[in-house]
């Protein structure tokens, strides 16, 4: 008996499922609306440059004058008539961004700001609105190291269109900066120096170094776990300062001459990833003595080491090992060894620099000063794919692919008191 209610239960549930899928292509089969140019949920506006985050930094060094931000109008989906868009700047949100700061910044004063438009269109079927670029000038006029705020909203869309509350607006911080504010991004690039092929005029400038000072900042945004070299600059098997090797932490500074390696691994000495650090070494090949540094202060020390001739950077025609910055050995293309994170300030000297030299010009050197044979501060910024060579020996780095120049960046100055 209880068997045969059983079975007349799993025929009514079967029954009951067959009527629900039935139902639904039913309904379905009635909704002939297209979904691939629209959404089934409320179309609303936003700020392309606030889609990942409504707090953006326009940091810039203190001696630039002007200087721009871009954003437009973005809709979900296409709509099926234009919509007009309206911009302005709130000073009713100076209180909010601060409290979730932290700070009392003041707000940017309108003197030093225009818009190119604040109303722009999204046209019928699109979801961009033109770009609409907001102007900076006299910025030099700005307090060094004091920031403003600067919030710009939508103010309305045209007919009931909403409008996406947590990307409605992007807040400026705008700083004029001691610090530096301008790196290249190395991650899928990389910068050679013509100028120091071994056919070329300008590369005696870097051969019979007996003594050898490389300098750099860096900041690595990631050590992958998968790529065992992160390069900062050199020659591979020959004179290259990096992170990591084969069977060596990939966090921590090595410098190879010769394929002798120094220093030792060493887990206390690892670097950590998104952290601005100025690193050097200093190689005598008289008294066979290097000496690595991190933020101007003495990290490691070798005697004894090299083989005792002196360094031609200069030596190599085009090809697997030649003086690069970013990149060491393996085909034009082969990032396995890139450093995936940003640099500027890198030199090449002919001298020992001291460690209170080192120290004292972490950020900035006179590019006359005695010894420097390269300098690249890679301060060019948006659009430049050619690095000058601040000594005037002429040999500017060139990028392997189009650069790219993170916004945003300040390094910090850890030598001053």
């Known amino acids: 008996m209880k068997t045969k209610k059983k079975h007349r239960v799993v025929l009514s549930l079967a029954s009951s499922i067959s009527l629900i899928i039935a139902f639904f292509f039913l309904v379905s089969s009635c909704d002939n609306k297209d979904y691939s140019k629209e959404s089934p949920f409320s179309n609303s506006v936003y700020i392309d440059a606030a889609k990942v985050k409504d707090i953006a930094n326009f940091t810039f060094n203190n001696i630039q004058q002007t ?43 309108a003197k030093y700001y225009k818009f190119s438009t604040q109303n722009v269109v999204i046209p019928k079927g699109d979801i961009n609105s033109e770009t609409v670029t907001i102007e900076f000038f006299d ?166 080491y090299g083989n005792g001739e002196p360094i031609n950077l200069g030596k190599q025609k085009k090809g697997y090992f030649m003086f690069k910055i970013g990149h060491s050995y393996g085909e034009p293309d082969d990032m396995s060894r890139q450093l995936n994170g940003e640099i500027c300030e890198v030199r090449i000297w002919n001298v020992i620099r001291s460690q209170e030299e080192i120290y004292n010009n972490m950020y900035d050197v006179v590019p006359q000063t005695t010894g420097l044979t390269a300098y690249w501060k890679f301060n060019e910024g948006k659009g430049n794919n050619i690095v000058k060579d601040f000594t005037g020996n002429g040999n500017d780095a060139v990028a392997y692919t189009d650069a790219v120049w993170p916004n945003g960046i300040e390094v910090p100055q850890k030598n001053k008191d």
């Open 67 to 109: 200087g721009e931000q871009q954003i437009s109008a973005v809709l979900a989906y296409p709509a099926e008539q234009d919509i007009e868009v309206s911009f302005q700047v709130d000073p009713s949100l100076i209180s909010h961004y601060n409290a979730r700061l932290g700070n009392n910044y003041a707000m940017l004063d």
């Open 139 to 304: 910025l030099t006029d700005l307090d060094i190291d004091t920031s403003f705020l600067l919030p710009v909203t939508i103010e309305q869309a045209s007919g009931d269109m909403g409008i996406l509350n947590g990307s409605k607006t992007i807040c400026y911080i705008v700083r004029r900066s001691s610090a530096i504010t301008t790196a290249v991004s190395l991650a899928n690039n990389y910068f050679v120096v013509p100028g120091f092929e071994a056919d070329s005029p300008t590369a005696y400038v870097v051969n019979g170094l007996n003594q050898l000072t490389f300098e750099a900042i860096v900041r690595v945004n990631k050590f992958d776990p998968l790529t065992e070299i992160s390069t900062i600059m050199g020659i591979e098997q020959y004179c290259l300062f990096r992170f990591g090797d084969s069977g060596f932490p990939r966090q921590q500074l090595q410098f190879a001459a010769n394929e002798i390696k120094f220093p030792n691994a060493d887990e206390s000495k690892l670097l950590q990833p998104g952290e601005w650090y100025h690193v050097a070494v200093t190689y005598d090949t008289g008294s066979k003595t290097a000496v690595m540094y991190v933020d101007g202060k003495e990290q490691s020390r070798i005697d004894d």
